[in-house]
């Protein structure tokens, strides 16, 4: 079984015209890359999850753009910023709870923008890819940032600590590392016994099966001593006292420090916080949205109810006709959350002036300056 931490998510290719992505739809069983170049493509890859958590959706974002925006055959630049402005609505339609891709898409935006007044449209491409290139980079270094903190947390609970985790938020939801398994890896760094110093639980995570197909095939590949468990005994397994720790990822977090993450994620944290288990959220400061006073005007991202009734399953499971909820993501409150866990710091409550004091802003949605 292939260490995860070996496999590219999401990369330019080398002739640097396509992007090219781990199909995620297909793992654990086969490991296929897929390179993508149009416009159409990259959108149903992203909606299809093919490649997906909020990081690796925003990298993916970067390239796209920088893709896209090379195949625009002309010499006008009016023309060439309108293209490029449509072409990143479109992509930025594809999925829209994660902020990470509208927050690349900005910012390769914003780099057109400011920088097509004084290059040529050639090198301007050129520059397109570099910052595409620098966003995947930064985000790789964030993570390792992310797991250092989380791992500090772990030492202070001692070896063997139970960590219980929900969806996936590890390499394969990033660039590399993680935001929510980072502190796993780091800690095999540290030399931990993945066998007896960490005691990883998955939740399932219905009705994608994230956890199960692959935040268990992460800590497994790993060494790690890793369990996955329906979504519905995590109250069985944190009331044995086997969890130390619940670290989750995030899509999106509003100023006050509510998040959204993957459907589930806030009963987890009502479980957690009758039990009395510290609660952590790993998140990127791109995933803080500073626009966002709170939760409530988190857009929660509705998806088709055949992922419910049939996906996964050898037949339908459900009786014909019925009525269908899937949200893909739900809010918790931050009221059940211990620390957010950032690249620069964790924060605590009050998250906003946490999340100042680190110097987090709210992103600015660039318009052309001309
Ligand atoms: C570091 S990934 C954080 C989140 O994006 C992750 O926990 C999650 O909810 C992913 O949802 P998904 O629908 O699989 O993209």
Redesign the pocket.
């Known amino acids: 079984m292939e260490n995860a931490l070996n496999l590219d998510t999401v990369k330019l290719a080398e002739n640097k015209k396509e992007i090219v992505i781990l199909d995620q739809t297909l793992l654990p069983n086969e490991c296929k890359y897929l390179s993508i170049s149009k416009a159409g493509d990259i959108w149903e890859a992203i909606y299809s999850?093919r490649v997906?958590?909020?990081?690796a959706?925003g990298v993916t974002g970067a390239y796209a753009y920088y893709v896209l925006a090379d195949q625009i055959e002309t010499e006008d630049k009016d023309k060439f910023v309108k293209e490029c402005t449509e072409m990143m609505e479109y992509i930025n339609s594809s999925r829209p709870t994660?902020v990470n891709l509208s927050w690349a898409l900005n910012r390769m935006h914003n780099v057109m923008l400011t920088e097509k007044d004084h290059m040529n449209i050639p090198d301007l491409k050129v520059r397109l890819m570099k910052e595409a290139d620098a966003i995947r980079e930064e985000d790789i270094q964030i993570s390792r940032n992310i797991g250092t903190y989380g791992f500090e947390l772990l030492e202070k609970l001692g070896k063997g600590v139970g960590i219980m985790t929900h969806?996936?938020?590890g390499t394969l939801?990033?660039a590399k590392y993680?935001?929510?398994l980072a502190p796993m890896y780091i800690a095999l760094e540290h030399g931990w016994d993945p066998k007896k110093d960490l005691h990883v639980y998955c939740d399932e995570t219905r009705p994608?099966l994230?956890g199960a197909r692959l935040s268990a095939y992460e800590m497994q590949a790993a060494g790690i001593d890793t369990y996955v468990q329906c979504d519905n005994m995590a109250s069985y397994t944190m009331k044995g006292g086997k969890v130390g720790i619940v670290f989750?990822?995030?899509?999106r977090v509003a100023a006050n420090g509510d998040f959204a993450?993957?459907i589930g994620t806030s009963g987890v944290a009502i479980i957690a916080k009758h039990y009395g288990v510290p609660f952590y959220v790993?998140a990127p400061s791109s995933t803080i949205d500073m626009t966002l006073e709170s939760g409530d005007e988190i857009h929660i991202e509705q998806r088709k109810a055949e992922e419910v009734t049939e996906m996964w399953y050898k037949e339908r499971m459900a009786p014909e006709g019925v009525g269908v909820v899937n949200p893909?993501?739900d809010v918790t409150d931050h009221s059940l959350v211990t620390g957010i866990i950032t690249e620069k710091g964790i924060a605590y409550e009050p998250f906003k002036e946490s999340f100042e004091k680190m110097g987090i802003k709210p992103v600015e949605k660039y318009v052309d300056k001309k």
């Open positions: 999850l997906r958590g909020a990081p959706i994660a969806c996936n938020a939801a990033t993680g935001t929510a994608l994230q989750v990822g995030c899509d993450n993957k790993c893909a993501f």
